[in-house]
């Protein structure tokens, strides 16, 4: 039973470029969650995706947008990058109505 | 707006040493809460949690934890730790609202062998 799986593992970019992160949820999950940790911080919510809609965002700016399709399958775009997006972009997914979600092991996003 | 606060951003232990990690939260309503663990080069696991019931909740690896509703706190205990426990442990918090999940900073543990 595979897990959560991102890719790809490393990106780096340079500013002002655009990025899309991937994410593939675990066998019997609907919902996935975005997150961004930044280097010695905790993960912070972006946006979590459910029947192809966004359902939550948190405080993230309109750069930060994504995609879920109908496999459940998760994409998560970032346009004109800033240094501050630098950061380890966590997946997470879950059943809907079940408040576990379980973490894939992130793209780390270096923007120079 | 929910938000968590984790007290300890460092800790170093011995090995057979007790552990406790703090873990407030901040909101007024129901909530789920959370312990995960991020060893070294790997993902966050989740090492267990509490939605109701018996506030005492028994995890893997020998972990616990205790919620405490009029403190708002949920922290996280083992009894005897192994250098194998060393990670990053995270606190999070999720109201009925959704599944949204709401991380405190992080407790980097270090466990001396």
């Known amino acids: 039973d595979a897990g959560v799986t991102q890719s790809p593992t490393h990106l780096i970019k340079t500013r002002g470029q655009q990025v899309t992160l991937r994410c593939s949820p675990k066998?019997?999950?609907?919902?996935v969650s975005w997150y961004q940790q930044a280097l010695g911080q905790g993960p912070q919510f972006i946006f979590q995706?459910?029947?192809?809609?966004?359902?939550q965002r948190g405080n993230f700016p309109d750069r930060f947008s994504g995609h879920q399709f109908p496999n459940y399958s998760s994409e998560l775009n970032v346009n004109a990058l800033l240094l501050g997006d630098s950061a380890l972009y966590l997946c997470?997914?879950?059943?809907?109505?079940?408040?576990?979600?379980?973490f894939g092991p992130g793209t780390r996003l270096t923007v120079l | 707006a929910q938000s968590v606060s984790q007290h300890n951003h460092h800790v170093i232990l011995s090995e057979a040493a007790s552990l406790e990690l703090g873990c407030n939260y901040s909101?007024?309503?129901?909530?789920?809460l959370f312990w995960y663990v991020q060893y070294p080069g790997q993902h966050l696991q989740l090492l267990l949690k509490?939605?109701?019931?018996?506030?005492l909740v028994k995890g893997i690896k020998g972990f616990e934890a205790e919620f405490i509703k009029s403190k708002f706190s949920f922290n996280l205990r083992k009894p005897s730790v192994q250098w194998s426990d060393t990670a990053e442990y995270f606190c999070?918090?999720?109201?009925?609202?959704?599944?949204?999940?709401?991380f405190g900073g992080g407790t980097r543990l270090m466990v001396k062998p």
């Open positions: 997470a997914s879950s059943s809907q109505g079940t408040d576990t979600q379980y």
């Open positions: 066998s019997g999950h609907d919902t």
């Open positions: 995706y459910y029947e192809e809609e966004e359902r």
């Open positions: 909101y007024g309503g129901t909530v789920n």
């Open positions: 509490y939605f109701s019931g018996d506030p």
């Open positions: 999070a918090v999720n109201a009925n609202a959704g599944n949204m999940l709401t």
